[in-house]
């Protein structure tokens, strides 16, 4: 005796799948959550770790939403607090190329031509023995000329770790998403079309 049974499934797969989409619609809400949570709490802490920074500085933390296609979310600074804040994130030493006002470079003996000098008022130059940036001034009238040095700069900055951007993301991120993930698949599955 044999006996044939169908099963259909067809109603099990379209829960499946609306289960599914309501499974990433969660992880996304929960990813923006900590996403804008993060923002929030680094923007909080940037003046613990900065030297007064402006308010311009703290209006540059910003973050992305998440989607249920993409599931990423980030948080990031503006492309211009971001040119100044790397150094406060990385550390490290950082050789400056700012442009001098008026840039006069030393003759082969090493020393500034007296025409070169006339032109400027203030003016500033690379040494090449130190490799500093020299800034002079003229002095003086047209008898008794002379240059003042007013500042020598260094070519070279060395930058502490100061803002924890990366380290407090790691710490901080998962424990927002697990916290609120159970909450958002309760709303989502409660208001899922089955």
Do not use: C
């Not at 211009?80 to 990385?90: M, P, R």
């Not at 025409?115 to 008898?143: I, P, W």
Request: glycine share 6%; net charge positive.
């Amino acid at each position: 005796m044999i006996i044939n049974g169908k099963v259909d499934v067809s109603g099990a797969l379209k829960v499946a799948r609306t289960a599914g989409k309501q499974i990433r619609y969660a992880a996304a809400r929960s990813l923006t959550d900590a996403a804008e949570d993060y923002a929030k709490v680094i923007t909080t802490i940037m003046p613990q770790s900065l030297n007064q920074p402006t308010p311009f500085t703290l209006r540059g933390v910003r973050f992305r939403r998440a989607t249920a296609n993409t599931l990423q979310s980030a948080v990031y600074v503006m492309p211009i607090q971001a040119g100044y804040l790397i150094h406060q994130v990385d550390g490290g030493s950082v050789s400056e190329q700012k442009p001098a006002p008026t840039p006069i470079a030393e003759n082969q003996y090493g020393n500034l031509p007296r025409s070169a000098t006339k032109r400027a008022k203030v003016f500033t130059t690379r040494s090449r023995r130190t490799n500093k940036l020299l800034t002079y001034q003229r002095m003086g009238g047209k008898r008794r000329k002379r240059l003042r040095l007013l500042a020598v700069e260094s070519t070279v900055r060395r930058y502490s770790k100061r803002w924890p951007f990366y380290d407090r993301a790691r710490t901080r991120v998962p424990v927002i998403i697990n916290r609120v993930f159970s909450r958002h698949l309760q709303a989502a599955l409660a208001g899922a079309r089955w």
